[in-house]
């Protein structure tokens, strides 16, 4: 007996199996645009630099200035307070102590803190505390926590003294009104 073999017609699953891999390829395309847009444009926001051409102009400048801060060998301790008032201001201490650890007393102190989120800026001289020396302090609007980059600038007689810094701000308000409010 010869026994003939019929050759056997392809199966449904080899005949589905281009548009799988079309399909396939199609959302793995989508799902690293979505990924490539959400890194753009959400993320921690440390992209935002405000007046970053006066900046840039001023590099030079602002580098010879940390120099001769290190070169002074103040120290400051900056801490943003927890507690935020219904209008979202908020107390911000400095504490500046000299080389040796003497608090530093009649200096004029600039602090600019610009919201790393946003690049929102916010500006204030702080001022003597009178009970103690070396603290100065200023109520500011910063009414949201988060990371803020701090620029300062104190400087007593002919000493000049640039700090800058992250700081992070806890408490505050919530930063998205009526949402989620019963």
Do not use: C
Not at 12 to 36: C, D, E, M, Q
Not at 45 to 63: E, S, T
């Amino acid at each position: 007996m010869k026994t003939e073999s019929t050759p056997t017609p392809p199966t449904k699953r080899r005949r589905f199996s281009w548009p799988i891999i079309v399909v396939a390829l199609l959302g793995g395309h989508a799902t690293i645009i979505i990924t490539a847009v959400t890194l753009a444009v959400g993320g921690t926001g440390r992209g935002v630099v405000p007046d970053y051409y006066r900046q840039a102009v001023d590099f030079d400048q602002h580098k010879a200035d940390l120099a001769a801060s290190a070169k002074l060998g103040w120290t400051v301790t900056l801490t943003p307070g927890s507690l935020v008032d219904a209008e979202g201001r908020r107390v911000i201490q400095a504490t500046l102590t000299d080389a040796e650890g003497q608090p530093i007393d009649n200096a004029a102190v600039q602090l600019r803190l610009i919201r790393l989120v946003d690049g929102q800026a916010v500006e204030m001289n702080l001022i003597a505390h009178a009970q103690q020396t070396g603290r100065y302090e200023a109520v500011a609007e910063v009414p949201v926590g988060g990371w803020y980059q701090a620029d300062l600038l104190a400087e007593r007689g002919n000493d000049r003294f640039v700090l800058q810094q992250e700081i992070r701000a806890v408490g505050g308000l919530d930063p998205r009104p009526g949402e989620g409010a019963s």
